[in-house]
């Protein structure tokens, strides 16, 4: 049974600093290309950050380039978000996902607030 479990979020101030955390179990971690999306209420997920499987090369979306670093621990089956720099329009519900077949599993997400 694949999980996800997301930790790290808060009320962090413009220009701080978060990581964020996904504990995974259930399927074979390094098999799987993992993502980082967020979710603010009323508009659509947007993904922010990938990890493919193969290499583990990294892929952001242009407004967090720069900013933040997706990466992932094999040993902890955790993948990370470290998030640099935070702006108020990061504030957003953030999210974990990994695809198996046909379907997207995801965590329950995690809320961050940037905010003074």
């Known amino acids: 049974q694949v999980q996800l479990v997301e930790s790290g979020g808060g009320l962090v101030q413009p220009g701080g600093s978060l990581t964020l955390s996904c504990a995974t179990s259930?399927?074979?971690?390094?098999?799987?290309?993992l993502k980082w999306h967020r979710q603010v209420p009323g508009k659509e997920r947007e993904l922010v950050a990938s990890?493919?499987?193969?290499?583990?090369?990294?892929n952001y979306a242009d407004s967090v380039k720069g900013r933040f670093t997706i990466f992932r621990d094999s040993a902890k089956r955790t993948l990370y978000l470290e998030m640099k720099n935070l702006k108020p329009e990061d504030t957003a519900v953030y999210y974990c996902?990994?695809?198996?077949?046909?379907?997207?599993?995801w965590g329950q997400g995690t809320q961050v607030t940037v905010s003074s």
């Open positions: 996902s990994v695809r198996r077949g046909e379907r997207e599993y």
């Open positions: 990890l493919t499987s193969a290499d583990f090369m990294p």
């Open positions: 259930g399927f074979t971690f390094n098999d799987y290309f």
